[in-house]
């Protein structure tokens, strides 16, 4: 069901100044040691993770991603030059869609080399330093290739000497992935551990899982300056009839539906059918959520802190609205708080 964007809308709306020794390197340990704002009615409130089972209800539902990020980040040669390719969406059993690097001097039919007796074929080429890769295997042999020769595909503002190291290897994958598919982790599922599983599970909070296997284009700058007509990336995911069920009864019950991060919450907005009522899904989604749009599914969300003028600060700001948003990054920034991938995390309530 597509949403309409406000037209009105502009980038500059969404930006604000972020110091660069905010962004977190790496994450703390142990990851629930995370500081949590929490954005509500009252204001805003210095937490951390581990207080979530105390700021959450018994029958309230936490719904997590369950997607596996694949070292999806590839060094190789074309012709003795050098190429760095980052996998971002899966189209055949051996076929993917990449960003290259540098892709100018990529041509059709060129073979790119990874290691010996490991390398793709350029396919074609698409706009701003995409192609497609026809690799030499596919299924589980392709997996166990990228496993033996690939690096975690972090975001550009965690500054690595060549590919991701072993300890991201643990450090970018939550504790909930189970299925290969995703280049970019569900950061706000990186803050849980057995112990904030346990404390959750004595406080009567439920868990489900839906998958979305998030892409590179989530990091893709956005470079219109009408928010309307930026053109999100497709991703796929799947909501399955156990999890519809859940939500459906915890409505019901009048307790919340939480997303935990982003991902997770697109993806339930996105299986609402015509009707209004949240449905089986599998498929792809390209939504797109911007202060204005009414949330069918979600009552809370989960999240860490995203980029200035990026679509991931516009969905916040929808949920909990644009101004609130302003001051809590203004708090977040003045008092400390670890931004991106391996930062904190906020709890907003959905604004209605």
């Given at each position: 069901?597509k949403?309409?964007?406000?037209?009105t809308?502009?980038?500059?709306?969404?930006?604000?100044e972020?110091p660069?020794?905010?962004?977190?390197?790496?994450?703390?340990?142990?990851?629930?040691a995370?500081r949590?704002?929490?954005?509500?009615?009252?204001?805003?409130?210095?937490?951390?993770?581990l207080?979530?089972?105390?700021?959450?209800?018994?029958?309230?539902l936490?719904?997590?991603n369950?997607t596996r990020?694949?070292?999806?980040?590839?060094?190789?040669?074309?012709?003795?030059?050098?190429?760095?390719?980052?996998?971002?969406k899966?189209?055949?059993?051996?076929?993917?869609r990449?960003?290259a690097?540098?892709?100018k001097?990529?041509?059709?039919?060129?073979?790119?080399d990874?290691?010996?007796?490991?390398?793709?074929?350029?396919?074609?080429?698409?706009?701003?330093?995409?192609v497609?890769?026809?690799?030499?295997?596919?299924?589980?042999?392709?997996?166990?290739?990228?496993?033996a020769?690939?690096?975690?595909?972090?975001?550009?503002?965690?500054k690595?000497?060549?590919?991701?190291?072993?300890?991201?290897?643990?450090?970018?994958?939550?504790?909930f992935?189970e299925?290969d598919?995703?280049?970019?982790?569900?950061?706000?599922?990186?803050?849980?551990t057995?112990?904030?599983?346990?404390?959750?599970?004595?406080?009567g909070?439920?868990?489900?899982?839906?998958?979305?296997?998030?892409?590179a284009?989530t990091f893709?700058?956005?470079?219109?300056?009408?928010v309307?007509?930026?053109?999100?990336?497709?991703e796929?995911?799947?909501?399955?009839?156990?999890?519809?069920?859940?939500?459906?009864n915890t409505?019901?019950?009048?307790?919340?539906?939480?997303a935990?991060?982003?991902?997770?919450?697109r993806?339930?907005?996105s299986?609402?059918?015509?009707?209004g009522?949240?449905?089986?899904f599998a498929?792809?989604?390209?939504?797109?959520i911007?202060?204005?749009?009414r949330?069918?599914?979600?009552?809370?969300?989960?999240?860490?802190?995203?980029?200035?003028?990026?679509?991931?600060?516009?969905?916040?700001?929808?949920?909990?609205?644009?101004?609130?948003?302003q001051?809590?990054?203004?708090?977040?920034?003045?008092?400390g708080?670890?931004?991106y991938?391996?930062?904190?995390?906020s709890?907003?309530?959905?604004?209605r």
């Amino acid at each position: 069901m597509k949403n309409a964007i406000d037209p009105t809308l502009t980038l500059d709306q969404f930006d604000f100044e972020l110091p660069p020794e905010t962004i977190a390197q790496r994450p703390v340990s142990p990851r629930d040691a995370a500081r949590l704002l929490l954005v509500g009615e009252e204001g805003l409130e210095d937490k951390g993770v581990l207080d979530l089972p105390g700021l959450l209800e018994p029958g309230d539902l936490l719904v997590t991603n369950d997607t596996r990020v694949i070292p999806a980040r590839l060094l190789g040669k074309r012709r003795g030059a050098k190429v760095e390719v980052t996998l971002h969406k899966m189209e055949g059993p051996n076929l993917w869609r990449a960003f290259a690097r540098p892709a100018k001097k990529l041509k059709e039919g060129d073979q790119v080399d990874f290691a010996e007796n490991f390398s793709a074929l350029v396919q074609r080429k698409g706009e701003m330093g995409e192609v497609s890769l026809a690799f030499d295997r596919e299924g589980p042999e392709l997996m166990h290739a990228l496993e033996a020769h690939g690096g975690m595909p972090l975001p550009p503002y965690i500054k690595r000497q060549g590919l991701a190291d072993a300890q991201d290897k643990s450090d970018y994958q939550t504790l909930f992935a189970e299925k290969d598919g995703a280049v970019a982790a569900p950061t706000a599922g990186l803050h849980f551990t057995p112990r904030l599983i346990e404390a959750l599970e004595a406080k009567g909070i439920k868990r489900t899982t839906v998958t979305l296997h998030v892409g590179a284009g989530t990091f893709l700058p956005v470079k219109v300056d009408k928010v309307a007509e930026h053109k999100m990336h497709a991703e796929y995911g799947e909501v399955d009839q156990a999890t519809v069920d859940l939500i459906e009864n915890t409505k019901k019950a009048g307790n919340k539906v939480v997303a935990v991060g982003t991902t997770s919450l697109r993806l339930l907005e996105s299986a609402v059918g015509e009707d209004g009522k949240l449905a089986l899904f599998a498929g792809e989604t390209d939504i797109f959520i911007t202060p204005g749009y009414r949330f069918k599914v979600v009552d809370r969300l989960l999240t860490n802190f995203h980029l200035p003028k990026s679509t991931l600060f516009m969905l916040v700001s929808a949920v909990a609205g644009l101004e609130t948003m302003q001051a809590a990054y203004r708090h977040a920034i003045e008092t400390g708080y670890r931004f991106y991938s391996y930062g904190d995390c906020s709890l907003l309530t959905v604004k209605r």
